[in-house]
């Protein structure tokens, strides 16, 4: 007998990775385009603007890892916490908890006597896989990896910081502040495009929301560059 695959492939698998992904460049991007504009704006020389650029993508690569590894450490220990409570409810109240799983698949749509069937013998097969699932919406497919969404976000957020940097070293110090914004804005829309792509979202309206915030992130930068630029001057 022949066994079937499932192929399917579902953007829910991959949110873990993509979100970090998606944050990282784009706030690789904006923030170090950003910076590179403010700095341009109030007047600094082209080696000026490049190592406030080189400083703005370590520092902000660093703060993405850091924040991404703390903030889904904590999902984390609150899933692990919840896990152990069940599990503990599992051995001291095991006829509760079963009763507990059958009101879940009543209230999803299946007769009293069927669910009931079913929750015995998925809390036979695996009692604490089936709650996780089920009652805390735990499963291995978005569980919590705090590692791997440090890392991606770090190296997606270099990735990110790179273009406007390229963009620096190539065009006249003239021309950076202007030239900076555009390829910017033009890498923005690409990239907006891309993340709604992926996640199954309408391209159009990923690549506005993102270029818009873009857009007036560095039209800020910009303002506080040349007013203190004049100041300064």
């Given at each position: 007998m022949s066994r079937l695959s499932h192929s399917e492939i579902h953007m829910v698998h991959r949110i873990?990775?993509?979100?970090?992904?998606?944050?990282?460049?784009?706030?690789?991007?904006?923030?170090?385009?950003?910076?590179?504009?403010?700095?341009?704006?109030?007047?600094?020389?082209?080696?000026?603007?490049?190592?406030?650029?080189?400083?703005?993508?370590?520092?902000?690569?660093?703060?993405?890892?850091?924040?991404?590894?703390?903030?889904?450490?904590?999902?984390?220990d609150a899933e692990?916490?919840?896990?152990?409570?069940?599990?503990?409810?599992?051995?001291?109240?095991?006829?509760?908890?079963?009763?507990e799983l059958t009101r879940i698949y009543v209230e999803r749509g299946l007769d009293r006597d069927l669910a009931e069937k079913v929750a015995v013998q998925l809390t036979e097969r695996d009692a604490l896989g089936s709650h996780a699932r089920d009652e805390l919406g735990i499963s291995e497919t978005v569980a919590a990896r705090p590692i791997q969404a440090a890392l991606v976000s770090a190296l997606t957020f270099a990735v990110g910081a790179v273009l406007p940097l390229i963009v620096v070293m190539l065009v006249p110090e003239a021309q950076i502040a202007p030239l900076v914004a555009g390829s910017t804005i033009l890498g923005l829309a690409v990239l907006g495009g891309l993340g709604a792509s992926a996640g199954g979202a309408g391209i159009v309206r990923g690549a506005a929301r993102v270029t818009l915030w873009g857009a007036l992130a560095m039209a800020a930068t910009a303002g506080v560059g040349a007013l203190f630029g004049v100041a300064v001057g």
């Open positions: 873990g990775w993509l979100r970090a992904a998606v944050l990282g460049a784009n706030d690789g991007l904006v923030s170090t385009a950003s910076l590179v504009v403010g700095v341009a704006a109030a007047g600094s020389g082209k080696p000026e603007v490049m190592i406030a650029g080189l400083a703005g993508l370590m520092a902000g690569a660093m703060s993405m890892a850091a924040g991404e590894y703390v903030s889904v450490s904590s999902q984390t692990q916490a919840d896990l152990a409570r069940e599990s503990r409810e599992l051995e001291e109240t095991p006829e509760a908890e079963l009763e």
